[in-house]
């Protein structure tokens, strides 16, 4: 299925994923409305996607975290372009840390960004889709959701509520609304996530585990989200697990 004119939601475009993202899926001819912080960066993307592909870009910065930002996002993409196809969920936090280390704070900006965000930008979208009866949710776990690891406990538990979470909207709304809903759970991908982290002990000693590692690239998670979106309305790819060729776990 082309998606040549659809129009899709992408958070967290400013950087790595959501960036590469917006760039394939625009390339193919969407539609895409660009969100995320800083709205600077969106607007060097918008102005680099008017230039360079076939669809076209709006800008409506944001916090996921908001839900006033969401509605604000929703509404403005129906005014632009008339229609949500799809949601990508990419926003996401990754201050790895061990639980006796006590960083508090950064575990609950996990659980605002990684679940509450998804959460927020669900309950924005799913009006419009199940009025049209059709639309795509795409949610970004992790490799992380399957596997724990220690330094990762807090992380691994909010990309795992993000999988169980794709899989019961699955069940609801495929069946009933012709919504479908993808789970995409990557291994380490070279993004700016991991500049998020402030424990030393994980940065001396987890982070160098992967030095010698070519991880994936953005570019690489996008085209599994342009897989999942150009499948006929028949078929829901319910996962998509992809990991570097040189990552055992």
């Known amino acids: 299925m082309s998606i040549k004119g659809k129009t899709v939601i992408i958070t967290g475009a400013s950087s790595g994923i959501g960036e590469a993202t917006a760039l394939k899926l625009a390339k193919e001819g969407a539609n895409v409305v660009l969100t995320a912080r800083r709205e600077e960066r969106l607007k060097e993307l918008k102005s680099k996607i008017d230039k360079e592909n076939a669809g076209k870009a709006l800008v409506v910065a944001g916090d996921v975290t908001k839900k006033e930002d969401f509605q604000k996002v929703v509404d403005k993409t129906k005014s632009e372009f008339n229609s949500i196809d799809a949601l990508v969920n990419n926003a996401g936090l990754m201050p790895l840390s061990y639980v006796k280390n006590l960083h508090t704070d950064e575990w609950d900006k996990m659980v605002d960004v990684n679940i509450k965000g998804v959460l927020n930008g669900v309950s924005a979208v799913l009006p419009t889709m199940m009025e049209q009866k059709s639309g795509n949710i795409i949610n970004i776990s992790s490799s992380a959701g399957r596997k724990i ?96 060729t040189e990552q055992a776990q």
Do not use: W
Request: overall charge negative; aromatic content about 8%.
């Open 149 to 244: 690891y220690p330094g990762g406990a807090v992380y691994c538990a909010t990309k795992a509520a993000v999988k169980m979470f794709s899989e019961g909207l699955r069940q609801e709304l495929a069946p009933n609304f012709n919504i479908n809903v993808t789970s995409i759970e990557p291994g380490f991908v070279e993004t700016e996530l991991t500049q998020t982290i402030t424990d030393d002990e994980i940065k001396e000693g987890l982070l160098s585990n992967f030095e010698d590692m070519t991880p994936l690239q953005a570019e690489d998670i996008a085209e599994s989200i342009s897989y999942t979106l150009s499948q006929p309305k028949r078929a829901n790819i319910n996962d998509v697990y992809i990991m570097p």
